[in-house]
Antibody, heavy 120, light 106 residues
Framework: VQLQESGPGLVKPSQTLSLTCSVS??????????WNWIRQHPGKGLEWIGY???????DYNPSLRSRLSISVDTSTNQFSLKLRSVSAADTAVYYC?????????????WGQGTLVTVSS | DIQMTQSPSSLSASVGDKVTITCQAS??????LNWYRQKPGKAPEVLIY???NLATGVPSRFSGSGSGTDFTFTISSLQAEDIATYYC????????FGPGTKVNIK
């Protein structure tokens, strides 16, 4: 399974950050996996953002829930992230990753990451 | 929210040394704990899952132990390619990563 993030590298403050993750070698429609977004602020640790299941069910990091939306498109084998009202604090490398549902959950496949800078 | 702490935050060791990193959860997470290695400029990769299980293809010099709130990650013989930052991560309640331990070669 391979994942690849895509989207603008620069977003203006107060606007919406939009990223897409394209999945190959596997299907977002297959059960047993969550499709996640994770970010890493420059020089800092990892922060889980949220996930979506193929059915459309989601769970989000409580600290981001009010600004966040994750969706899945089974026809294109992609899932997407929208983060509203961004500020400089949202500048980070954004990763998409898969995780096994249920027991032994772990992030086993990752994209290479994409840097998003929030600046005017 | 479950908070994760790690110690030390960084360490330097020689090739061949045994390296130990500890991770503590703010509440009981049973064995729902994974360990990742992140090399500079790369995405993290899972090394240990469920506290003590070696992920597929991971060298046997890596190991993990613990349950409840206290966990340990060990590299039995440090190699040059192990220069990286190591993170623990819980999945008892959503997902939370520890702050990381940066490992350097002395």
């Amino acid at each position: 399974v391979q994942l690849q993030e895509s989207g603008p590298g620069l977003v203006k403050p107060s606007q919406t950050l939009s990223l897409t993750c394209s999945v190959s070698g596997g299907s977002v429609s297959s059960g047993g996996y969550y499709w996640n977004w994770i970010r890493q602020h420059p020089g800092k640790g990892l922060e889980w953002i949220g996930y979506i299941y193929y059915s459309g069910s989601t769970d989000y990091n409580p600290s981001l829930r009010s600004r966040l939306s994750i969706s899945v498109d089974t026809s294109t084998n992609q899932f997407s992230l929208k983060l509203r009202s961004v500020s400089a604090a949202d500048t980070a490398v954004y990763y998409c990753a898969s995780s096994i549902v249920g027991a032994s959950a772990r992030f086993d496949y990752w994209g290479q990451g994409t840097l998003v800078t929030v600046s005017s | 929210d479950i908070q994760m702490t790690q110690s030390p935050s960084s360490l330097s060791a020689s090739v061949g040394d045994k390296v130990t990193i500890t991770c503590q959860a703010s509440q009981d997470i049973r064995n729902y704990l994974n360990w990742y290695r992140q090399k500079p400029g790369k995405a993290p990769e899972v090394l240990i899952y469920d506290a003590s299980n070696l992920a597929t293809g991971v060298p046997s010099r890596f190991s993990g132990s613990g349950s409840g709130t206290d966990f340990t990650f060990t590299i039995s013989s440090l190699q040059a390619e192990d220069i990286a930052t190591y993170y623990c991560q819980q999945y008892e309640n959503l997902f939370t990563f520890g702050p990381g331990t940066k490992v350097n070669i002395k």
